[in-house]
C-alpha cells in the first residue's frame, strides 16, 4: 500500500514537472522567448556588447548573469504568486514582463558559457539540470503529452485555418485599397 502511495505520488510529481517544462518550453520558450532572444541576439549595437562581455574576467560574468538569473526568477515565482492568489491579469503581466529579460540573460549565458562552465560548482549544476531536462525528455510522460500536444495544434491549424485565409485576404485588400488611395492622390 505504501508502495503505491509513493509511485503514485511520484508519477503525479513527475506529471507535473513534465506539465511545467512542456508549458515553459512549447508555450513561453518556442513561442515568445526564443524569437524575442533571435531579435536580441541579431542586433547590430549588441554584437557590440557581446565584444565587450567576452573581455570580461569570468567573475565579473559570474555576478552579472546570477543577477540577472535571479531577477528572472523571483519574477517568475511572484507571477505565480500573483496567479494563485486569483490575480491572473497581474500575474500574467508580470510573468510576460519577465520573458524579454530572461531572453537577455540566456543570451549572456550563451556568448559566456565557456568562461561560466570554468566554475566546477556551475559546471556540476549546469551538467545537472541538462541531466534532468534529458530525464523529462525521456520519460513517457513527456512523450505521450507532447505527442497529445501535437495533435492538439494540428486540430487547432486546421480549424483555424479558415479565419486565417480570411484575415489575410482583408489585409491585402486593405493594403490594396490604401495603394491604390496614396497612387491616385
Known amino acids: 500500500m505504501l508502495k503505491k502511495f509513493i509511485a503514485k505520488t511520484a508519477d503525479l ?10 508549458v515553459l518550453e512549447e508555450l513561453v520558450w518556442d513561442n515568445i522567448a526564443e ?8 542586433l547590430k ?15 565579473a560574468l559570474l ?7 535571479t531577477q528572472v526568477e523571483l519574477l517568475g515565482i511572484v507571477a505565480l504568486k500573483l496567479m494563485a492568489t486569483g490575480q491572473i491579469i497581474a500575474g500574467t503581466m508580470l510573468y510576460a514582463g519577465k520573458i524579454p529579460v530572461a531572453a537577455f540573460t540566456f543570451w549572456l549565458f550563451n556568448i559566456s558559457k565557456e568562461k561560466l562552465l570554468t566554475f566546477g560548482w556551475f559546471r556540476q549544476l549546469y551538467e545537472l539540470l541538462i541531466l534532468a531536462i534529458h530525464k523529462i525528455k525521456s520519460s513517457a510522460i513527456h512523450r505521450h503529452i507532447v505527442a497529445r500536444l501535437k495533435s492538439v495544434k494540428e486540430w487547432f491549424k486546421i480549424r483555424l485555418s479558415g479565419p486565417r485565409l480570411l484575415v489575410r485576404r482583408l489585409m491585402e485588400k486593405l493594403r490594396s485599397s490604401d495603394h491604390f488611395r496614396k497612387s491616385n492622390s
Open 63 to 69: 555576478i552579472i548573469f546570477l543577477a540577472l538569473f
Open 13 to 22: 510529481f513527475l506529471g507535473l514537472l513534465v506539465g511545467i517544462y512542456i
Open 35 to 42: 524569437p524575442i532572444y533571435n531579435f536580441i541576439h541579431g
Open 45 to 59: 549595437i549588441l554584437q557590440k556588447v557581446e565584444a565587450m562581455i567576452s573581455r570580461l574576467d569570468r567573475h
